[in-house]
């Protein structure tokens, strides 16, 4: 299910490198724009700086799925590495509990 999940996530990924690509560009279009003022109307700067403020946004989106499909296939990973080695003493993190509070650890320092 975690592996199916993940892999659903990755399908999307033309998607999300459209969407990460976009805020670079538009901030070039920005800079271009800057460069060039005096020969362009002043209303171009504005438009430019909303598109601006789109790309940082959808880059925002666009990083929010790549960090939930690298949790989930490392999950996976992790999942097929225990099943193959046959480990079953110590803190069993397959448990979907435990797994829980070990993303929840980890998101502490940022919080």
């Known amino acids: 299910g975690v592996a199916l999940a993940a892999l659903g ?22 800079g271009i724009a800057e460069m060039t003022l005096p020969e362009l109307p002043d209303n171009v700067r504005d438009c ?16 929010g799925f790549a ?3 690298a949790a ?20 069993n993190v397959l448990e979907p509990l435990t ?4 993303l929840i650890g980890a998101m502490l320092p940022y919080w």
């Open 48 to 63: 430019t700086d909303a598109l601006d403020a789109a790309g940082n946004t959808t880059a925002a989106i666009g990083k």
């Open 99 to 102: 797994f829980a509070f070990l």
């Open 9 to 30: 996530m990755l399908s999307t990924l033309a998607t999300c490198l459209s969407i990460d690509i976009y805020g670079p560009v538009c901030d070039n279009a920005g």
């Open 72 to 91: 989930l296939v490392s999950l996976a990973l992790y999942g097929a590495l225990v099943v193959r080695l046959e480990i079953t003493s110590g803190v």
């Open 67 to 69: 960090i939930g499909s």
